[in-house]
């Protein structure tokens, strides 16, 4: 999705819930829960999905695809927010990696 266009379906939010431990300096846990106004209506560009369940799925080492609007500079000193939605494949890491 562009913010820059106006194709597709666009809905109120009624609320949003970002995560409590967000820091908009560093953006980390940059992302929130939206409720929207009303239900989107389901065709072949929207889907539903489904949350998973199971903790070891994907795995250290999966590849998995992940999606958003958030920073794009690569530097921790430097938020540069996208206006296109990305996405990007990349390798599952252990949360002791992660730290």
């Not at 949003?16 to 560093?26: A, G, K, N, T």
Request: hydrophobic share 30%.
């Amino acid at each position: 999705h562009d913010l820059d266009t106006s194709k597709g379906e666009t809905i109120s939010m009624r609320a949003e819930r970002p995560h409590p431990q967000y820091d908009q300096y560093s953006t980390n846990n940059d992302f929130m829960i939206v409720f929207l106004r009303r239900p989107a209506t389901i065709n072949q560009d929207v889907k539903l999905v489904k949350l998973n369940d199971n903790p070891s799925v994907p795995g250290v080492g999966d590849r998995t695809t992940v999606m958003g609007w958030g920073d794009t500079h690569i530097s921790d000193n430097v938020s540069q927010l996208s206006d296109v939605l990305m996405k990007v494949q990349v390798r599952v890491m252990s949360n002791a990696d992660c730290e």
